[in-house]
């Protein structure tokens, strides 16, 4: 299948510094990627759809002005955490959406290993 | 709108036995459903999808998942557990569209463990 990796694999920051977290297709090209968060044993929640050459959308509840999604290229994805505080300390998942089928009509998201951010 | 509903947070079963984990959705669309596994620490891995061909889909490391549309599941199986499997487990919907989809709606996840 296809290759999301991130970097890096888990950070720790001071509380009020910016954090940036890449995420690259590896063998493929991705013009949709998805940002999640998740907290300790809990499930992924989406965060943003990430497009290609256009701003980023966020979902309801996400501030878009602390989470910084770029989409700068077909296999580069980020997200930058700005002011980061204690309360943003959680897992980070991406993942590349993949069409499929002859219109397609299907997809498979593939997720990066995730980037674990504590912030201090 | 969609929802997952993955039933059992926790499942534990002994080496060798069978093993059901749960999924019901709700979706205003045919949709498509998927299985992920993670392990600690790590992001997610697919282990199978429903994309309307056949009901009964198999996937990677022995398991596979039927789709029932009257009964709206998704149960995911594997016949004979094995140690490697203890890891948590999410079920996911995506709605159908001709244009493809957006971001995939998991349920809470159920953690798996094996006992010996």
Redesign the interface.
Known sequence: GAVVSQHPSWVICKSGTSVKIECRSLDFQATTMFWYRQFPKQSLMLMATSNEGSKATYEQGVEKDKFLINHASLTLSTLTVTSAHPEDSSFYICSARVREGLAGEQETQYFGPGTRLLVL | AQSVTQLGSHVSVSEGALVLLRCNYSSSVPP?L?W?VQYP??????LL?Y?SAATLVKGINGFEAEFKKSETSFHLTKPSAHMSDAAEY?CAV?P??????????????THLIIQP
């Open positions: 498509y998927f992920y620490n790590q992001g997610l891995q697919l999808k994309t999410f995506s159908y569209s001709g244009g493809g989809a957006d971001g995939l709606t998991f349920g809470k996840g």
